[in-house]
């Protein structure tokens, strides 16, 4: 346990300075955030302050695979997946880069990981085992660039990416360690240690921007993390949808809600149940600190039954998500009746 305090705090401080060298950098070189509108801050801010994340996992990622701890093939597949994503990100963050064009680089990494992972077999459906063969693999390439990009979709107010990757990767860590996956807990000790550094920054009114450096990397690793894990042993993806499902369900219930209104889905909006819980007049600060609340006392108690009942896992998943649509669309009404009147 000391060992383990002692990686958090050398990460910690590592990331804090990453943290402070790109808010130097993005004030020398104006890589600024300015409003627009999808937007719910109203001043150009620093960004890319998400780079210090990117930066410690793959440095974690390196230096477990070249001590023996990290299985070669999950070290050699996530590494240059995860390396293509921060620079599309960096790049992106200073210009924009087209759309089909960070598609197609999604996608190909996606593809990447799947493939070295060695796809995605197999589901527990209440006791029956599914064999997925071609179709295991189609969700789950589907799957690591849905969350790639509501990652950076949820991206959008100070505090919540970082709140949501603290509690995330701090109880995927339990759980890989109390199943003896010392290496993927470490990772993601190593995970939760950078986010916190950057939260530092990015704590309610934001002092620097996550920026798509970031969040686009956050999703990936946990995408991955989630495949790999399910076929490895660990914690299903069952557990990985239930910790994530904050964020998985108000992107993916706004994208529907979107689409099913014939609105142009794809372009920039405000429309995410947290963007409506801020432009209601609750402060980032409430809405982060509900986020948390809802990860800390009902997501993990929830993700820990799934973890420990696999036949159960797929309900208490879909109970989830029920109960999620519920808060989303409560919401969502209220949001429109208060512009009604």
Partial sequence: MLSLGILFLVVFAAANAVVWLVFRYSHQ???LATPNERSSHTEPTPTGGGLAISVC????????????HLDEDFSLTILPALLVITLTGWFDDHQHIRTPLR?????????????????????????????????GIVLAVLGIVWLINLYNFMDGIDGIAAIEAVSTGLFAGILFWQAGMIAAAVLCLVLVAASSAYLVWNWPPARIFMGDVGSCPLGLVFA??????HNSGGPSVYVWLILLSVFIADATYTLILRILRGEPWYSAHRT???QKLVQMGYTHRRVTMGVLLINVCALWPLAYLA?????AAIYICLMTYIALALVWWRVQSRSIRMTLY
């Fill in 29 to 31: 070189y104006s890589l």
């Fill in 57 to 68: 996992t793959l440095v974690a990622v390196v230096v477990l695979w070249q001590l023996g």
């Fill in 103 to 135: 598609a197609l680089i999604y996608f190909l990494s996606a593809f990447w990981i799947v493939y070295g992972i060695g796809g995605f077999t197999a589901l527990n459906i209440g006791g029956y085992r599914a064999d997925l063969g071609v179709i």
């Fill in 224 to 229: 991955t993390l989630a495949v790999w894990s």
């Fill in 272 to 274: 995410h149940a947290y």
């Fill in 307 to 311: 973890h420990g009942s696999a036949n």
